[in-house]
């Protein structure tokens, strides 16, 4: 069946340090994948999506690459903030868009 | 701006209550979806709503019922809360079933 795995947290960081949080899946065809963001006391936000392999998706600094090859949608940031402390969750629809899965989420902190 | 609205932030009950959790979206969508978070195990699904009064239980939905009666609101339903449900709720919605879920900020639920 179709699952999403992320790398165990919790990470921590000092700011200005480059962040990588890997994400794997497992689904037939190609899905589309996401990765959300949860600030301290707050929903899920959107935070990128790719549809398609080899596509890039990007925002506010944070970048993933959808790579058929190795199925994977690692999320990546050059210069992390303070305000990157959050938990980050990949995410993929299947092929027909019938479901939504979510990974486990991985929290990150940045310290000054 | 899309918005999802859930009816209290923080929610303190007494076992065998009855719970009702409310969530509205304002963005015409088809879809509302009920999770739970809780820490290490991350997002389940609890239950789903493709259209108005169509329901489908999702990965637990034990002890919960929902309710849509109409499109914009979503209800859960915690017939006789139980301190195993003491959780984080969360409420989203999408248009589509794979497109990107839109978040609410989700219900601390605390049972005693």
């Known amino acids: 069946g179709n699952s999403v795995t992320q790398m165990e947290g919790p990470v921590t960081l000092s700011e200005e340090a480059f962040l990588t949080i890997n994400c794997t899946y497992t689904a037939t065809g190609y899905p589309s994948l996401f990765w959300y963001v949860q600030y301290p006391g707050e929903g899920l936000q959107l935070l990128l999506k790719a549809t398609k392999a080899d596509d890039k998706g990007s925002n506010k600094g944070f970048e993933a690459t959808y790579r058929k090859e190795t199925t994977s949608f690692h999320l990546e940031k050059g210069s992390v903030q303070v305000s990157d402390s959050a938990v980050y969750f990949c995410a993929l629809s299947d092929e027909a868009g019938n479901q939504f899965y979510f990974g486990t989420g991985t929290s990150l902190t940045v310290i000054p | 701006d899309v918005k999802v609205t859930q009816s209290s932030r923080y929610l303190v009950k007494r076992t065998g209550e009855k719970v009702f959790l409310e969530c509205v979206q304002d963005m015409d969508h088809e879809n509302m979806f009920w999770y739970r978070q809780d820490p290490g195990l991350g997002l389940r699904l609890i239950y789903f709503?493709?259209?108005?009064?169509?329901?489908e239980k999702g990965d637990i939905p034990e002890g919960y019922s929902v309710s849509r009666e109409k499109k914009e609101r979503f209800s859960l339903i915690l017939e006789s809360a139980s301190t195993n449900q003491t959780s984080m709720y969360l409420c989203?919605?999408?248009?589509?079933?794979?497109?990107?879920?839109?978040f609410g900020p989700g219900t601390r639920l605390t049972v005693l």
């Open positions: 989203a919605s999408s248009f589509i079933i794979g497109n990107p879920q839109y």
């Open positions: 709503s493709y259209d108005v009064k169509m329901k």
